[in-house]
T-cell receptor, first 114, second 114 residues
Framework: AQSVTQPDIHITVSEGASLELRCNYS??????LFWYVQSPGQGLQLLLK??????LVQGIKGFEAEFKRSQSSFNLRKPSVHWSDAAEYFC????????????FGGGTRVLVKP | KAGVTQTPRYLIKTRGQQVTLSCSPI?????VSWYQQTPGQGLQFLFE???????NKGNFPGRFSGRQFSNSRSEMNVSTLELGDSALYLC?????????????FGPGTRLTVL
């Protein structure tokens, strides 16, 4: 069965600084990979996804992620963080044979300092 | 295009009662998935429906059930509520149920069991 690990539970970053959130997955074949963001009291908003092709994926709000098969990773990055980026971020993996069942990581809560 | 809507947004029940949550997918989306989010267990897949049929099921007891109507709207039911059922229940819809497709989440229903 597939699994997802987000090693960092909390990250604090200064406004304007860069941000990188780590995501490692376990699955025998190439999975479908997603990053979602959740603001307090809200549902999940899709930031970006990787299905195939170019391993560097651009998303909304200035986020990007890179799929590295050799490291089983799909890290999320943003060059310059804004205060509005404070939220919880979830990495998720989908498997072609499992339809739309997503397996989520535990999430990383991002705090932005002024 | 309207997003995924979930009703009610908040619900308070007592142990032993049952509850029904409703989800209306994005227009044209035919697959609906349900997830439970708790601080302890994180985001966990409950089940997925397509064409009024359950296609995938997570590892939850039989007290959790769902259904989908011909207009793709979905309901989930939890019978004999337990304190541990307190959670945010998220519904997600997607267009293509055959392969893993991008899922769009609703704002969730916050269920509190007293």
């Amino acid at each position: 069965a597939q699994s997802v690990t987000q090693p960092d539970i909390h990250i604090t970053v200064s406004e304007g600084a860069s941000l990188e959130l780590r995501c490692n997955y376990s699955y025998g074949a190439t999975p479908y990979l997603f990053w979602y963001v959740q603001s307090p009291g809200q549902g999940l908003q899709l930031l970006l996804k990787y299905f195939s092709g170019d391993t560097l994926v651009q998303g909304i709000k200035g986020f990007e992620a890179e799929f590295k098969r050799s490291q089983s990773s799909f890290n999320l990055r943003k060059p310059s963080v804004h205060w509005s980026d404070a939220a919880e971020y979830f990495c998720a993996v989908g498997v072609k044979a499992a339809g739309n069942k997503l397996t989520f990581g535990g999430g990383t809560r991002v705090l932005v300092k002024p | 295009k309207a997003g995924v809507t979930q009703t009610p947004r908040y619900l308070i029940k007592t142990r032993g009662q049952q509850v029904t949550l409703s989800c209306s997918p994005i227009s044209g989306h035919r697959s609906v998935s349900w997830y439970q989010q708790t601080p302890g267990q994180g985001l966990q897949f409950l089940f997925e429906y397509f064409s009024e049929t359950q296609r995938n099921k997570g590892n939850f007891p039989g007290r959790f059930s769902g259904r989908q109507f011909s207009n793709s709207r979905s309901e989930m039911n939890v019978s004999t509520l337990e304190l541990g059922d307190s959670a945010l229940y998220l519904c997600a819809s997607s267009w293509d149920p055959i392969t893993t497709d991008t899922q769009y989440f609703g704002p969730g229903t916050r269920l509190t069991v007293l």
